[in-house]
């Protein structure tokens, strides 16, 4: 499957941004779906997954309460609702997607898109 973040941008603290990530070339709805994001200097670090049918999530607790993770199967596409953005969501964002459960490293998803900026100014 072939994945393609979108929806990345700069704001200030406190606004908020959605996060698309199209899939194409594969069942979408076979795939355990996550978000990743990697501030610079530091290693990439899980944000939020999502169950195959969207009844499950999970989040860092750094996001909770703020972001939110979703997916519509029929559109192939993942979502990542941030809200009350803060500094320290500047990163660049990547979606992925992964035929384990209950995964959550990196290094569980096989696929992954090209990332989209978020800069959170203060």
């Known amino acids: 499957v072939q994945l393609q973040a979108s929806g990345g941008g700069s704001v200030q603290a406190g606004d908020s941004l959605r996060l698309s990530c199209a899939a194409s070339g594969g069942t979408f709805s076979d795939y355990l779906m996550a978000w990743f994001r990697q501030a610079p200097g530091k290693e990439r670090e899980f944000v939020a997954t999502?169950?195959?049918?969207?009844?499950?999530?999970y989040y860092t607790v750094s996001v909770k309460g703020r972001f939110t993770i979703s997916r519509d199967n029929a559109k192939n596409t993942l979502y990542l609702q941030m809200n009350s953005l803060k500094p320290e969501d500047t990163a660049v964002y990547y979606c992925?997607?992964?035929?384990?459960?209950?995964?959550?490293?990196?290094?569980?998803?096989?696929?992954w898109g090209q990332g989209t900026l978020v800069t959170v100014s203060s």
């Open positions: 999502i169950s195959r049918n969207g009844g499950g999530t």
């Open positions: 992925a997607a992964g035929t384990g459960w209950n995964i959550r490293g990196p290094n569980d998803f096989a696929h």
